[in-house]
């Protein structure tokens, strides 16, 4: 797997997706289509705003191609290119 930084991860390493409701909405639509679609996303913490967003604990593996990952601490890492 190719990241823009150019450093090698394991795709069985894990990062974080923050998402909107329509993101997850999108998301169920795709697994619908195909159920191994995203398989690894689990549910990790709710922030509680204006507009609530989500917190999901992703393998690496499961990425979209230029779709971007943040760490625990929610400090933006990395966008998979490959």
Not at 24 to 32: F, G, T, V
Not at 39 to 68: A, N, R
Request: aromatic share 10%.
């Amino acid at each position: 797997m190719k990241f823009r930084d150019g450093v090698e991860r394991d795709p069985e390493d894990c990062g974080y997706l923050i998402m909107k409701q329509k993101d997850l909405d999108a998301i169920s639509k795709k697994r619908e289509e195909n159920p191994d679609y995203k398989k690894s996303l689990e549910h990790v913490k709710d922030f509680t705003q204006t507009q609530p967003v989500f917190m999901y604990k992703i393998k690496l593996k499961d990425l979209d191609v230029g779709e971007g990952f943040h760490d625990v601490n929610i400090h933006y890492v990395c966008m998979r290119i490959e």
